[in-house]
């Protein structure tokens, strides 16, 4: 599986932007796909993912109602909408996934065993 996130960029606080994770060599609907972040200097954080059936899917905290996944079958793609960013949430964002995770594991880095290159999100106060 290859991952490739896009989508990054600069934004004011309050403003809206969208990432794109394009997979290729599987389905992303046979996939569970998690976002995770890193900032400089700070370990990478989950941000949200769904397990394979897609039909669960969970956030970090600090993200829960401002952030939403979804996934496009046809396009093979997932996305993370971002809302009311904030400047705390400035980061590389990476897209990662894995054929055998479960929902309790979405939030663990080593569950994961393919990942996209990551895409810098800004957020200017």
């Known amino acids: 599986v290859q991952l490739q996130a896009f989508g990054g960029g600069l934004v004011q606080a309050g403003e809206s932007l969208r990432l794109s994770c394009a997979a290729s060599g599987r389905r992303v609907s046979a996939l569970g796909m998690g976002w995770f972040r890193q900032a400089p200097g700070k370990e990478r954080e989950f941000v949200g993912g769904?397990?394979?059936?897609?039909?669960?899917?969970r956030y970090a905290d600090s993200v829960k109602g401002r952030f939403t996944i979804s996934r496009d079958n046809a396009k093979n793609t997932v996305y993370l909408q971002m809302n009311s960013l904030r400047p705390e949430d400035t980061a590389v964002y990476y897209c990662?996934?894995?054929?055998?995770?479960?929902?309790?594991?979405?939030?663990?880095?080593?569950?994961?065993?393919?990942w996209g290159q990551g895409t810098l999100v800004t957020v200017s106060s």
């Open positions: 769904f397990n394979r059936a897609g039909g669960s899917t």
């Open positions: 990662a996934a894995s054929g055998t995770i479960i929902y309790s594991s979405l939030h663990v880095p080593s569950s994961y065993n393919h």
